[in-house]
């Protein structure tokens, strides 16, 4: 008995109880700041209200407390410099986002600024302040390099530094996205309500996301309920009849959260005022609702719920509309094992379908359906008992089933996927960090399997950042690209093929960046040598296109990107890339990359206790491109020299948050007034200078004390 009550007492004495509070540098209380212990994923608490906060931690004082809240730059605490039972922390606001949470580019949670994969993030407060419609506006007006024009009937089709929508992988929640047209996702889907970031990987990730992902890959993370109710009401009307209506309701109680979203778009048709490719653009409307709920029965272990829908009508024809569906949901379940071992299982289903609806007898007609099956588990470990070292292994099966009406007779295709991966990432000292992974995809059609490797190393010193890594990207040709036999207009056939093989990538990228509570630069370099790119071929036995794969080609460039944002209120973004995409004489693929391209930001911003604004100019400007361009319906093999003209587009946001959650916003788009001297398929849609209103408003900060 002795024994234990001195083994008692010993325990206790290495135990310790702080408290104190947590505020900003005004002086006032910071309430739900997280507190955890360094080398404990099970010691935790956050403070309240008042800020205030008490936390039990062993080893009495060698313990070191991590304050972190969004917004604000985390501060580590040891305790062994506060001897005494009170410890009071000051944040600052973090106003570069550096204390930004990313999961893209490993998997696993890091800071932004301690991610050693370069990640472009776009907050929330981004997306508010750019107002934009749909994820395309978004990354226009917020990254350089990335443009969004028009195919085939003004199928929207994208390009980002030489690599086409079918080679950017774009996720929601980690998710991919089933349906295509012409190469491209639907991105009228990924609509930006209640979106919490968007982060962008450029560069191949096919290492821990496989085919599809060897251009990069665009991730929109969404929001959970942050308290204990909140309803969100919005709109916006603009030129063209342009409408937006939204809506959000969330709610946390003890163990659960939910959010619900629902949204509704439309615009009309409009002409264009002066000769081009296209004379019209195209209006519509679409609606989507989606559900997230999340359930916590025990500490360490989360399920995830999701379920949503979206239908799309576009006015492509006097009698004829075309309709686009997607159904989709999934559950996903996280459990924290104990300090060093995590398990996550998930399954996520996702059905989009094409139809043209015939007005003329009120007959919808369907011709296209991609439905996907998807199953992964991911297995995390610490390697170390201080969290420096992390192994993660996963593995995911993918049932593919098409059917299109670009197969013969509106055939359908199944196809199986599986892939397992690992990843090991090392803190080897507080100055380097080390990744490595591999990745295994085996694709039951062709029988193809690929292995894709990573490396990548950072340094950092001070304020500074330097990172290089190699990455192995891949895409294995699709359904479509296989077993295609469409008939084009009555003009000529594309015909799939069989024995395509995957398109490879050998991907380098160096950087340096400087990132200080007030500024963030950076420069990178990025070079791709890519093989047996797939793309169309004229085939003279055939008499129409073919896909087929093409030699390599290299593309490479850099980017150079200043941001600063100041207490006072004053912000600026300077982003330039420029890109070279070098393609062998007489290859059948035609660039249209612009070489240089732009985007900028200046705004300044005040906020007060029952008023606040923020005046931001924004513009992106796009260098001309000349290429090659196909001269007959024919003959694929003659082609004429053509330059498609620079332009730059600004937009003037004036935002107001006038009362208690409500926000007015007022938008002037094309702010110079530019109009192409002819519409191509590369130049935007604008027909000159054009204003929008939005009002958003949160119903629960009506009831908020202040």
Known sequence: MTVLLLAAAALHAQQRTVAGTVSDVKGSPLAGVEITVEGSSTLYTTTGEDGRYSITVPDGGKAVLHFYLLGFLSQDISLSEHPEGSVDVVLEEDYMNLETVVVTGTRTPRLLKNSPILTRVITVQDIERVDALNIGDLLEAEL??????????????????????????????????????????????????????????????????????????????????????????????????????????????????????????????????????????????????????????????????????????????????????????????????????????????????????????????????????????????????????????????????????????????????????????????????????????????????????????????????????????????????????????????????????????????????????????????????????ITTVWNEELSGMMYTNMSPLQVRGVDVSVSTRLPFGLGARLAYTFTDEAIRAGEPLLSQTRPHSATARIEYGRSWKNYGFNVALSGRVLSAVTTEVYTSATNYEETETQTYPAYTIWKLTVSQDIWRGIQLNVIVDNLFNYRPDYYYSSTPSTVGTTAAVSLSMNIEEFFNKK
Not at 182 to 191: E, F, G, H, Q, T
Not at 376 to 391: P, W
Not at 408 to 413: A, C, F, I, K, S
């Open 144 to 533: 350089p390099g990335i443009e969004f024009s028009y195919a085939m009937d003004q199928q929207v089709t994208l390009n980002m530094q030489g690599f086409g929508g079918n080679s950017v992988l774009f996720l929601v929640d980690g998710e991919r996205i089933a349906g295509e047209t012409l190469d491209n996702i639907d991105y009228n889907r990924l609509n930006l309500d209640n979106v919490q970031r968007v982060e962008i990987i450029k560069g191949a990730a096919s290492s821990l996301y496989g085919s599809n992902a060897v251009g990069g890959v665009v991730n929109l993370i969404s929001a959970g309920a942050t308290e204990p109710w909140s309803v969100n009401v919005n709109a916006r009307y603009g030129a063209h009849n342009e409408q937006r209506y939204g809506g959000s309701v969330g709610f946390q109680a003890g163990k659960l959260n939910s959010m619900t979203n629902a949204q509704y778009t439309s615009i009309d048709s409009y002409a264009m005022p002066s000769e081009g490719d296209y004379s019209t653009f195209y209006g519509g409307y679409n609606w989507s609702v989606k559900e997230r709920l999340q359930y916590e029965p025990l500490d360490g272990l989360k399920f995830t719920a999701r379920a949503g829908y979206f239908f799309r009508e576009r006015d492509l024809q006097s009698d004829t509309r075309d309709r686009y569906r997607d159904f989709s949901g999934g559950l996903r379940g996280e459990w924290n094992v104990d300090d060093r071992n995590r398990v996550e299982l998930s399954y996520g289903f996702d059905q989009y379908d094409k139809s043209d609806y015939l007005l003329f007898n009120s007959t919808d007609v369907r011709d296209y359906s991609n439905v996907q099956h998807t199953v992964r588990g991911i297995y995390t470990y610490d390697l170390t008992a201080d969290g420096r070292s992390t192994m993660i292994v996963g593995g995911d099966y993918m049932r593919d089933y098409l059917m299109s009406y670009q197969f013969e007779e509106g055939g359908y295709y199944i196809q199986h996927t599986a892939d397992v991966f690992a990843q090991v990432e090392t803190n080897i000292n507080e100055h380097w960090n080390l990744i490595g992974g591999m990745r295994y995809d085996f694709f039951s059609q062709k029988r193809l399997s690929h292995f894709s490797p990573k490396l990548s190393v950072m340094y950092r010193t001070g304020g500074w950042s330097f990172r290089g890594s190699y990455s192995g990207g891949f895409r294995a040709p699709t359904l479509k690209e296989m077993y295609m036999s469409f008939d084009m207009a009555s003009i000529f056939m594309i015909y799939g093929n069989p024995d395509l093989e995957p398109e490879s990538s050998e991907n380098l990228n160096v950087s340096a960046e400087y990132n200080w509570k007030y500024l963030s630069a950076s420069v990178s370099g990025f070079y791709n040598f890519v093989d047996n790119r």
